[in-house]
């Protein structure tokens, strides 16, 4: 699989599917998960209520991963995980690991053959940028799921982009 670092707008990418980084609820919130919801219309809220009252109705696991529509984004699906809130005093980094690694299962069961991600639990979740890169890339260099020929690591601003291509080189 093809891995590519670049800064940017998630809602702007042109891939099959795009990764959401949701809170449980699956109903909007701040950060990438608002984006995602204003960009893409209410299309994407109405499909998350949907799964929220047919099999999410606890709300969505960390760690685990849903596909809807992309409504008006230029992808062709959002998929939903939920990623874990950093603590100093828990290793929560399989969590962080399992939300990749569930998002291209869904991304490969859809079809898609290209796949952007934010960079999970790195905004108000808290995780430390650099470690939050290096668990993406653990799971992206490892997983390559049938169908899934690219994935891309969308970073917020140029600072993240070059931290994420120093992991990246030294990985």
Known sequence: M????VEGDITEQRVDAIVNAANSTLLGGGGVDGAIHRRGGPE????????????????LPTGQAVATTAGELP????????????????????????????????????GA??????????????WPAQD????????LRDAAPAGVGQARLVLYDRATLDLAER???AG
Do not use: K
């Open 167 to 169: 992991v990246f080189r």
């Open 113 to 126: 053959g290209s796949v952007a991600f934010p960079l999970i639990s790195a905004g108000i979740y808290g």
């Open 75 to 110: 992808a062709r699906w959002v998929i939903h995980t939920v990623g874990p809130v950093w603590s100093a005093e828990e290793d929560r980094s399989a969590l962080l690991r399992d939300c990749y690694a569930n998002s291209l299962r869904v991304a490969a069961e859809l």
């Open 2 to 5: 093809e891995i590519t670092l």
């Open 44 to 59: 994407i809220l109405n499909e998350c209520r949907r799964l929220r009252a047919a099999r999410c109705g606890r709300g």
């Open 132 to 139: 939050a890169v290096a668990q993406a890339l653990t799971v």
